[in-house]
Nanobody
């Protein structure tokens, strides 16, 4: 059974940094697309970053490009380094996984098979 567990959220002032982790267990596929999403109160879930384990290709939403970096270790755990945080980055952050390549659907939440429970990020001005 695949399990994803996020950690690393917290409260930080604008301009600060946080590093989120997504611990992956039970995944046996040859490759995986790991995605990060966020959802703020009253807003739709937003796909912000993804990484394909096969070639380490990365994908970013315009809202985080240049500030966030997605990575993965050999155990398939995923990380999201978030720099230059803004108050509008405040949200619950989730990681998600789907076997195979990320393709053009990486921003679509329903495309993923597995989800974590989320970790809260709060950025104050």
């Amino acid at each position: 059974q695949v399990q994803l567990v996020e950690s690393g959220g917290g409260s930080v002032q604008a301009g600060g940094s946080l590093r989120l982790s997504c611990a992956v267990s039970g995944y046996t596929g040859a490759s995986v697309c790991m995605g990060w999403f966020r959802q703020a109160p009253g807003k739709e879930r937003e796909g912000i970053a993804a990484l394909y384990s096969g070639g380490r290709s990365t994908y970013y939403a315009d809202s985080v490009k240049g500030r966030f970096t997605i990575s993965q270790d050999n155990a398939r755990n995923s990380y999201l380094q978030m720099n230059s945080l803004k108050p509008e980055d405040t949200a619950m952050y989730f990681c998600a996984a789907r076997p195979g390549a990320c393709l053009y659907s990486w921003t679509t939440g329903t495309w993923y098979n597995h989800w974590g429970q989320g970790t809260q990020v709060t950025v104050s001005s």
